[in-house]
């Protein structure tokens, strides 16, 4: 069993920087493919960012591409989320989310959900 919970969101205007932070709980973080998604509100949950075991290989959406950076230290069980240069459209709910395997992350169809967290981008 793999618990997340992340935390770094809040209200930030457009063109300013977030961190989020996801930390999981369980000795085996190191062994799943972690990833970022993002749901706002009338909109399906869709993918930002993926990231390898190692962190060797990473996915971006095109939206994000050139602004956010996924990495990971397994030392600390923790995955980042930096987004920098944000826009009012990446208002939403951000989820940490682990999966097995990366085929499982591309399926949207991870083993574990954190609870989301709130990120805000003003005008």
């Known amino acids: 069993q793999v618990q997340l919970v992340e935390s770094g969101g809040g209200l930030v205007q457009a063109g300013g920087s977030l961190r989020l932070s996801c930390a999981a709980s369980?000795?085996?973080?190191?062994?799943?493919?972690m990833g970022w998604f993002r749901q706002a509100p009338g909109k399906e949950r869709d993918v930002v960012a993926t990231?390898?075991?190692?962190?060797?290989?990473?996915y971006y959406a095109d939206s994000v591409k050139g602004r956010f950076t996924i990495s990971r230290d397994n030392a600390k069980n923790t995955v980042y989320l930096q987004m920098n240069s944000l826009k009012p459209e990446d208002t939403a709910v951000y989820y940490c989310?682990?999966?097995?395997?990366?085929?499982?992350?591309?399926?949207?169809?991870?083993?574990?959900w954190g609870q989301g967290t709130q990120v805000t981008v003003s005008s």
């Open positions: 369980g000795r085996t973080f190191s062994s799943y493919v």
């Open positions: 990231i390898s075991w190692s962190g060797g290989s990473t």
């Open positions: 989310a682990a999966a097995r395997s990366r085929q499982a992350m591309e399926a949207m169809s991870p083993d574990y």
